[in-house]
């Protein structure tokens, strides 16, 4: 399994995990491909039927704002009535330079609070080389001027265990919880 792989299979074990314990959730992700995160759209649009089977729904966005929009939506379905879920899970997605032009929507998000049985994940792609970006640019310094959490993942493995920890730092404390993916994870493989 290789990071971009773990961050597919990061919604549909968040729905296993909530399934166990009797929450009726769903999943979102929107975000937009660039380094290292350029293949994410391709591998999530090939796992849609399993995507499907676990209530989660991929809707890439036309840039990183309005999928930061999307997602931060996806925190609100509990103020309408006939929700069919407890609360939906959010994960977006997005390069370093999209997520310094996203900083407006991930602030008021963060600050509106996500769902009790959502929480979002916010996946910043930072290419710190400028292996394969315009610039180099890092994440860190944009999210804890928003006070949105940095977990960042030493292997591929910590891509799942740490995508796992967000959603649930998310869910206890309101916040937008950011997962640091770098080009050495995201490419990495696992067995």
């Known amino acids: 399994m290789t990071g971009i792989e773990a961050l597919v299979r990061l919604p549909i074990l968040q729905h296993q995990r ?15 491909r660039g380094s290292p995160l350029g293949n994410v759209d391709q591998a999530l649009w090939n796992a849609a039927p399993f995507l499907k089977q676990h209530n989660v729904h991929f809707q890439p966005g036309v840039n990183e704002e309005l999928a930061a929009t999307a997602v931060w939506g996806s925190q609100q379905t509990q103020l309408f009535e006939g929700s069919r879920y407890d609360g939906v899970f959010g994960m977006w997605y997005g390069k370093g330079p999209g997520v310094d032009r996203s900083m407006d929507v991930i602030k008021h998000a963060n600050a509106f609070g996500t769902s009790p049985h959502g929480g979002v994940l916010a996946v910043a792609g930072d290419d710190h080389a400028c292996k394969s970006s315009t610039l180099p640019h890092q994440s860190e310094h944009m999210f804890m001027g928003a006070s949105v959490p940095v977990l960042a993942p030493s292997n591929v493995q910590e891509v799942l265990d740490f ?27 696992m067995g």
């Open 163 to 189: 995508g796992i920890y967000g959603w649930a730092m998310s869910r206890f404390s309101g916040c937008w919880v950011a997962l640091k993916a770098i080009t050495d994870n995201m490419d990495a493989a």
């Open 18 to 32: 909530d399934l166990q314990r009797n929450i009726n959730t769903a999943g979102f992700v929107s975000g937009y």
